[in-house]
């Protein structure tokens, strides 16, 4: 079989582009960090290990506190991050991907913090310590 065509010319590319990678939105970054943050706390505490991590866009209510970042239901065993209070309330000294990462991460940790009534810093100290 011949490389060539009929009209003795080398095969042509391909007429659709290369594939490319697939688009990223802010939800599926959100849903990375917290489902990243949440598997290495249930790693790290059996009492985290039957607990849902759950998304949210936006609380029912805001209380007197202001708008929630998280709800905690320990009866149910449940954790429910609020996606645009954390991305829109929260404010970053530097606005990149990083630091919106950290951010996302940390409220992970606050809210599984209160959940075992817990300080933050104590869910995860080897992990911090240089």
Do not use: Q
């Amino acid at each position: 079989m011949s490389r060539h065509g009929r009209h003795g010319r080398l095969g042509r590319s391909p007429v659709i582009r290369p594939p490319l990678p697939p688009l990223e939105t802010r939800m599926e970054r959100f849903d990375l960090a917290v489902g990243t943050s949440a598997e290495f706390l249930r790693s790290a505490w059996p009492e985290l290990r039957e607990v849902r991590f759950e998304v949210a866009d936006m609380p029912h209510a805001s209380t007197e506190h202001g708008i929630p970042r998280w709800t905690v239901l320990r009866d149910a065993k449940r954790i429910i991050l609020y996606r645009l209070p954390i991305e829109r309330l929260s404010h970053l000294h530097r606005n990149d991907d990083l630091h919106k990462r950290i951010m996302i991460e940390g409220c992970v940790f606050r809210a599984a913090a209160e959940y075992l009534e817990r300080d933050p810093w104590d869910l995860g100290p080897d992990r911090f310590r240089f």
